[in-house]
């Protein structure tokens, strides 16, 4: 699986959109870009993934660029319970296919 | 409700013993996951099965067993040959169809001291 770089950490204030970036410059054509956030002491939480196109769900929108070497999440409205640790994985969607977590971004939504 | 279930959340053990850890699964799901996070760090896998009696090693299973009897259930036996095994541990369970994200438990805290 390929590897990602993102940021050691951002903050936002609460109301205002939070955009966190990820890179993935040496993706594969079949693989997705998913990311999970990890709130403190818990379990990590599935949010989006997407291929190549934008996707948007009620938790958030993923916005990958047209050579996919780059991705944003965007938490439309953030608040205080958004402040964890977010992880950008890529991968394949193969039965066999593992999830890579690196150390993710976290997020300090300040209110 | 449906999910995932890790007893306990904390855990405290002398050095030198075995101790299991359990996670259980009311998903149907076929594939289950055990991750071990330390301070600071993400997740590294351990452990994973994708079917009832079958499973591979991870990136770090020295010092470590499963058993997969039942689809429900994939608990994970830290042995004594771990050397360092105060950690978070998270089991995890996901599809075999669709989009294969996987579903995590609450985890558990364990002490070795």
């Known amino acids: 699986d390929a590897k990602t770089t993102q940021p050691p950490s951002m903050d936002c204030a609460e109301g205002r959109a939070a955009n966190l970036p990820c890179n993935h410059s040496?993706?594969?054509?079949?693989?997705?870009v998913y990311w999970y956030r990890q709130i403190h002491s818990q379990g990590p939480q599935y949010i989006i993934h997407g291929l190549k196109n934008n996707e948007t769900n009620e938790m958030a929108s993923l916005i990958i660029t047209e050579d996919r070497k780059s991705s944003t999440l965007i938490l439309p409205h953030a608040t205080l319970r958004d402040t964890a640790v977010y992880y950008c994985?890529?991968?394949?969607?193969?039965?066999?296919?593992?999830?890579?977590f690196g150390k993710g971004i976290t997020l300090s939504v300040r209110p | 409700d449906g999910g995932i279930t890790q007893s306990p959340k904390y855990l405290f053990r002398k050095e030198g013993q075995n101790v299991t850890l359990s996670c259980e699964q009311n998903?149907?799901?076929?594939?289950m996951y055990w991750y071990r996070q330390d301070p600071g760090q993400g997740l590294r896998l351990i452990y994973y099965s994708q079917i009832v009696n079958d499973f591979q090693k991870g990136d770090i299973a020295e010092g470590y067993s499963v058993s997969r009897e039942k689809k429900e259930s994939f608990p994970l036996t830290v042995t004594s040959a771990q050397k360092n095994p105060t950690a978070f541990y998270l089991c995890?369970?996901?599809?075999?169809?669709?989009?294969?994200?996987?579903?995590f438990g609450p985890g558990t805290r364990l002490t070795v001291t």
């Open positions: 040496t993706i594969s054509g079949n693989e997705y």
């Open positions: 995890a369970s996901s599809s075999r169809q669709g989009r294969y994200e996987q579903y």
């Open positions: 998903l149907n799901h076929d594939a």
């Open positions: 994985i890529v991968r394949n969607t193969g039965a066999n296919s593992k999830l890579t």
